[in-house]
């Protein structure tokens, strides 16, 4: 794994770091998501903890939304780029990654607009 002067270095240059074996991307990528997992759960918690009403839920959906169609994007652009380098079986998870995405984006999408309040509407008399 590289030093952090190397990826200093590397993303200077607009490149990053590729591993050798399944098992080192396996590693990094366990790594990076534990590591990562306690801190990011107390934030995400603590964070919600703070919202007492629909509305509260609707900024932060609608940055959610925003940041998944960037990577729903990129997704799509690292597909195509496979699929033109001839990396089949690479295209396939990238497009299933971005279908996975785009499914997530419907979701956030409609839990950011149930967050408007429905205006209560009196009943009929008669």
């Not at 380098?85 to 295209?91: D, I, R, T, V």
């Not at 279908?99 to 009196?122: D, F, G, R, Y």
């Amino acid at each position: 794994m590289p030093n952090i002067f190397s990826r200093f270095f590397l993303t200077l240059t607009g490149k990053g770091w590729a591993y050798d074996s399944v098992e080192e991307v396996r590693e990094v990528i366990a790594k990076n998501t534990f590591e990562t997992l306690a801190e990011r759960a107390r934030t995400h918690t603590k964070g919600a903890a703070g919202l007492s009403s629909s509305l509260d839920f609707q900024p932060g959906l609608v940055d959610l939304h925003d940041e998944l169609h960037d990577v729903w994007s990129y997704l799509v652009g690292l597909a195509d780029r496979a699929t033109e380098l001839g990396h089949e079986s690479l295209a396939a998870h990238l497009a299933d990654a971005a279908e996975s995405t785009c499914n997530t984006l419907v979701h956030v999408a409609m839990a950011a607009e149930v967050t408007v309040p429905v205006p209560e509407v009196p009943l009929a008399t008669r």
